[in-house]
């Protein structure tokens, strides 16, 4: 079974900052990769997927991140963080069955 | 709007008092899941359905069961709870449809104290 690595637990950057989350899973094949957040008191929403071809995906509020099969990589980006970007983040991978295995979530706290 | 909506959203029970959590869905969604999330923690699959058909994970406790009367609604059964089973209890919702974008539609949660 997959299973899925996020690097930092806690990542506190102030306004402006840039944001590079890292998300790793064990093992290649066709995989479906998302990124979840979650803000504070409210439920799990997608802000970005991938599927196939371009390796460069592009999600809601200025989120994008990379897939590296090689790396088995799907790190997410935003080149300047805000304020109301504190939240929780989730790496997901679609297994077999329709299944998501997550990552244990980093948390964001941005400084105004 | 469509949604997935789960009540109670906050439930206490005591130690071995057996619990039911409610999920509800407006997406018309064929397969639905139930995970657990205890803090700090990611999000662990329960089971889902696909339909009718109930899938269960390997590594469940027999204390978990489901229903699913309908395809709006999903139960969530807690036969007897112990202290190690505080935790969120989320709902999703999934269409199983080629052209669908395989998102998974999560509901609030229910944050569930055994006492």
């Known amino acids: 079974a997959q299973s899925v690595s996020q690097h930092n637990h806690h990542v506190i950057l102030s306004e402006a900052a840039s944001l590079e989350l890292g998300c790793n899973y064990s093992?290649?094949?066709?995989?479906?990769l998302f990124w979840y957040v979650q803000y504070p008191g409210q439920h799990l929403q997608l802000l970005l997927k991938?599927?196939?071809?371009?390796?460069l995906v592009k999600g809601i509020k200025g989120f994008e991140a990379e897939f590296i099969k090689s790396k088995f990589s799907f790190n997410l980006r935003k080149p300047s963080v805000q304020w109301s970007d504190t939240a929780e983040y989730f790496c997901?991978?679609?297994?077999?069955?329709?299944?998501?295995?997550f990552g244990a979530g980093t948390i964001l706290r941005v400084k105004s | 709007d469509a949604m997935v909506i789960q009540n109670p959203r906050y439930q206490v029970t005591q130690f071995g008092k057996p619990v039911t959590l409610s999920c509800s869905q407006t997406?018309?969604?064929?397969?639905m899941y139930w995970y657990q999330q205890k803090s700090s923690q990611a999000p662990k699959l329960l089971f889902h359905?696909?339909?009718?058909?109930?899938?269960n994970e390997a590594d469940t406790p027999d204390n978990f069961q489901s229903r699913r009367p309908n395809t709006s609604f999903c139960f969530l059964d807690i036969r007897s709870p112990g202290l190690g089973d505080a935790a969120m209890y989320l709902c999703a919702t999934r269409a199983d449809d080629r052209g669908s974008s395989y998102e998974q539609y999560f509901g609030p949660g229910t944050r569930l104290t055994v006492t």
């Open positions: 997406l018309n969604h064929n397969v």
């Open positions: 991938y599927f196939s071809g371009d390796p």
């Open positions: 093992y290649g094949g066709t995989v479906n």
């Open positions: 997901a991978v679609e297994e077999y069955g329709n299944k998501l295995v």
């Open positions: 359905y696909y339909d009718k058909d109930f899938n």
